[in-house]
Nanobody, 121 residues
C-alpha cells in the first residue's frame, strides 16, 4: 500500500505564492517520476509539472517561469513552488508518483487526494 499526503493548498491573492508538498509513504521500493496535475471545475485533469528521478523537469506552458517543481529523494517528497499566481491557476492539485513496490513489479501510478488552490482577491 502506497500513500501520498499533500499539503500547502489554500487561498492566495493574484500575484501571490503558495508551496505544495507531497510525501509518499508505505510499501514503495523505488520512485521514478513525480509530478503535479490539476483539475479545474468543468475541465480535464492536466499536467502542471513533472520531475524525473534524475532531476529533469517538464512544465505546462501556462506555468513556465512561475512554478518550480523539486524533489527530495531521501524523503520521498515532491514540491511545487507557485509564484505570480493567477485566477486561472485555481484548481484542485494532485500529486502523482510513478513507482514500484518491489524490483520485480512494473511501475504503477499513485495519486494523492488532492488539495484545493484558490487564487482570488
Amino acid at each position: 500500500q502506497v500513500q501520498l499526503v499533500e499539503s500547502g493548498g489554500g487561498l492566495a491573492e493574484p500575484g501571490g505564492s503558495l508551496r505544495l508538498s507531497c510525501v509518499a509513504s508505505g510499501n514503495i521500493f523505488r520512485i521514478n517520476d513525480m509530478g503535479w496535475y490539476r483539475q479545474a471545475p468543468g475541465k480535464q485533469r492536466e499536467l502542471v509539472a513533472a520531475i524525473t528521478s534524475g532531476g529533469s523537469t517538464n512544465y505546462a506552458d501556462s506555468v513556465k517561469g512561475r512554478f518550480t517543481i523539486s524533489r527530495d529523494n531521501a524523503k520521498n517528497a515532491v514540491y511545487l513552488q507557485m509564484n505570480s499566481l493567477k485566477p486561472e491557476d485555481t484548481a484542485v492539485y494532485y500529486c502523482n508518483v510513478v513507482g514500484r513496490v518491489d524490483d520485480t513489479s512494473p511501475p504503477d501510478d499513485y495519486w494523492g487526494q488532492g488539495t484545493q488552490v484558490t487564487v482570488s482577491s
